[in-house]
């Protein structure tokens, strides 16, 4: 949201049996969720259990935006432009922080202590589950009209 506001539409599309590896594993092997948000912008997001257990290639996300391309991972991030590239290393994973912050506002009784408001994360719940519903039905979903059909 913080990128390029709230999302409008999702479209998702699940692999439930790409790989047999183990008859326990009850989850979707692979997936792609295409965004649309209300500002016109648009993204994806895919992932993969197909993949075999020796590639630690680490979660990434890149935000391609007109002549730059901003890349985040648990190790920093990074600003690609014709000048080049700059950097910004992080000291721990990204979450090590938002971890730190939910265990001691929990502590202290303190919901002021994280700095995403609830109903932000019931929105991005929301989106989650408006994808599971496109993956369901192989249609698009409006997050707005799913969200208010589900409270």
Do not use: C, M
Not at 4 to 26: C, L, M, S, W
Not at 89 to 97: M, S
Not at 132 to 150: E, R
């Amino acid at each position: 949201r913080g990128l390029a506001g709230d999302i409008a539409t999702v479209y998702a599309a699940y692999n439930e049996r790409q790989v047999n590896q183990d008859p326990e594993f009850h989850n979707w092997d692979a997936y792609a969720v295409t965004l649309r948000f209300k500002g016109g912008a648009v993204g994806t997001s895919a992932s993969t259990y197909a993949l075999f257990p020796e590639i630690q290639e680490p979660p990434s996300a890149d935000f391609a935006l007109r002549d730059r391309l901003v890349r985040v991972t648990d190790r920093g991030a990074a600003q690609f432009t014709p000048q080049g590239v700059e950097e910004w290393p992080n000291d721990e994973p990204l979450h090590a922080g938002v971890n730190r912050a939910f265990v001691e506002a929990l502590r202290k009784n303190d919901p002021s202590l994280v700095a995403t408001p609830l109903r932000v994360g019931l929105e991005s719940t929301a989106v989650v589950l408006a994808a599971n519903a496109s993956a369901a039905t192989g249609q698009p979903v409006d997050v707005a009209a799913f969200l208010a059909a589900s409270v």
